[in-house]
């Protein structure tokens, strides 16, 4: 019995050590993280400002920036698919605008960039069909060229319309 309490004086005073030391060390990353934009400022800040090893710096920053990224996320996505209802409405309203660009009719809405353009793509591909024969309407009539054609008649934004006027050169060229 007296190995056991023996054991426990020497061995509970380096746990808390332990564990004290893993607090600090988490308080010295939270800390660094505040007054930097990204993980590498992090990493460089524990090194200079509290003397880490490069290498555990970086990993120790690099994980936070993980998980605060992880948590934003989570957050960012609970509060879009709460709106789920509202964005339906907007992707109507959008996907029937007389300009055609929906991307930017989304941002209008406070959509950011990517899911906007994510979004814009999914309805772009919906309707392949339907591209496909104005494309074919367009390359038919000899007045203008392919992608003018689909911008004025069919309002397609100016990006996809010269993509699709490159596309058709290219394959001109290699005939």
């Not at 090194?47 to 880490?52: E, M, S």
């Given at each position: 019995m007296?190995?056991?309490?023996?054991?426990?004086?020497?061995?509970?005073?380096?746990?808390?050590?332990?564990?004290?030391?893993?607090?600090?060390?988490l308080?010295?990353?939270?800390?660094?993280?505040?007054?930097?934009?990204?993980?590498?400022?992090a990493?460089?800040?524990?090194?200079?400002?509290?003397k880490?090893?490069?290498?555990?710096?970086?990993?120790?920053?690099?994980?936070?920036?993980?998980t605060?990224?992880?948590?934003?996320?989570?957050?960012?996505?609970?509060?879009?698919?709460?709106?789920?209802?509202?964005?339906?409405?907007?992707?109507?309203?959008?996907?029937?605008?007389?300009?055609?660009?929906?991307?930017?009719?989304?941002?209008?809405?406070?959509?950011?960039?990517?899911?906007?353009?994510?979004?814009?793509?999914?309805?772009?591909?919906?309707?392949?069909?339907?591209?496909?024969?104005?494309?074919?309407r367009?390359?038919?009539q000899?007045?203008?060229?392919?992608?003018?054609?689909?911008?004025?008649?069919?309002?397609?934004?100016p990006?996809?319309?010269?993509?699709?006027?490159d596309?058709?050169?290219?394959?001109?060229?290699?005939?």
């Amino acid at each position: 019995m007296r190995s056991t309490k023996w054991s426990l004086v020497v061995v509970l005073p380096a746990v808390v050590v332990a564990c004290k030391s893993a607090s600090r060390k988490l308080s010295e990353v939270r800390s660094c993280s505040a007054i930097t934009i990204d993980a590498k400022g992090a990493s460089q800040c524990l090194v200079l400002q509290y003397k880490w090893s490069k290498a555990d710096a970086d990993k120790a920053a690099g994980a936070f920036q993980r998980t605060e990224d992880s948590t934003a996320q989570v957050s960012a996505d609970s509060g879009w698919h709460a709106g789920a209802a509202q964005h339906e409405k907007e992707i109507r309203q959008c996907a029937s605008d007389p300009s055609g660009d929906v991307v930017r009719c989304l941002l209008g809405y406070g959509w950011a960039d990517a899911r906007a353009k994510g979004t814009a793509d999914s309805l772009w591909r919906r309707d392949a069909p339907q591209r496909r024969d104005q494309v074919l309407r367009c390359t038919r009539q000899k007045q203008m060229q392919a992608g003018a054609c689909l911008q004025l008649y069919y309002k397609w934004s100016p990006d996809r319309s010269l993509a699709v006027d490159d596309s058709i050169r290219r394959a001109q060229m290699r005939r």
